[in-house]
């Protein structure tokens, strides 16, 4: 049983350039989250999704975009990447918003 | 965004020793979790409880929900060097409206020495 599959594991763009952070999960569950995560910061919400056919922003979502794809499918585009963007983003599901979330192993992204 | 007040920090202890940790807040939560995240991975659930006063227990560890619905707390008893990592609180109102997301304390970094 996989749980949440996050990919890539590692990347390094430079500034201006786009990628998207693909997450599935096999457990049916229906909210799904982007997080991510810096020294000292804790986990901070980007965006999430309470259900398919939903996305909702979070604390921190200026620069970014989300997609849910399908149940198990939720991707985070950067379209333009900049420095302070580099940090350890982690993707979760939980079977509703109330539920415990399960976290992805998640995606070191450095923006150079 | 509103966090969670964890303490300590970071704790450094021996091995076989206890180790207790909280979160506070100014706010009462319907729901307290505490996760584990190992180095290089994503933190994994621990124990979840959503009784005021429940105290609930997973092998070594054991979790309290306060009274108040304030604050919470971990224990780990006979540490072993495996408990290394970081310990997240999160807190959870359901009578928020759509503000049903997790507030997340900011972490215990629990180093142990062998």
């Known amino acids: 049983n996989a749980g949440v599959t996050q990919t890539p594991k590692f990347q390094v763009l430079k500034t201006g350039q786009s990628m998207t952070l693909q997450c599935a999960q096999d457990?049916?569950?229906?909210?799904m989250y982007w997080y991510r995560q810096d020294p000292g910061m804790g986990l901070r919400l980007i965006y999430y999704?309470?259900?398919?056919?939903?996305?909702d922003k979070g604390e921190v979502p200026n620069g970014y975009n989300v997609s849910r794809l399908n149940k198990r499918e939720f991707s985070l585009r950067l379209e333009s990447a900049a420095p302070s963007q580099t940090s350890v983003y982690f993707c979760?599901?939980?079977?509703?918003?109330?539920?415990?979330?399960?976290f992805g192993s998640g995606t070191q992204l450095s923006v150079l | 965004g509103q966090q969670l007040n964890q303490s300590p920090q970071s704790m450094f202890i021996q091995e076989g020793e206890d180790v207790s940790m909280n979160c506070t807040s100014s706010?009462?939560?319907?729901?307290w979790l505490w996760y584990k995240q190992d180095p290089g991975e994503g933190p994994v659930l621990l124990i979840a409880?959503?009784?005021a006063g429940e105290l609930t227990s997973n092998g070594r560890l054991t979790a309290q929900f306060g009274i108040t619905r304030k604050d919470s707390f971990l224990n780990i008893s006979a540490s072993i060097p495996s408990d290394v990592g970081i310990y997240f609180c999160?807190?959870?109102?359901?009578?928020?409206?759509?503000?049903?997301?997790?507030?997340w304390g900011l972490g215990t970094s629990l180093a142990v020495n062998p």
């Open positions: 979760a599901s939980g079977r509703s918003l109330m539920s415990e979330l399960f």
């Open positions: 457990m049916n569950h229906n909210s």
């Open positions: 999704s309470a259900s398919e056919g939903t996305t």
């Open positions: 706010s009462i939560f319907n729901t």
């Open positions: 409880l959503y009784k």
């Open positions: 999160a807190g959870q109102r359901f009578n928020a409206g759509n503000n049903r997301k997790l507030i």
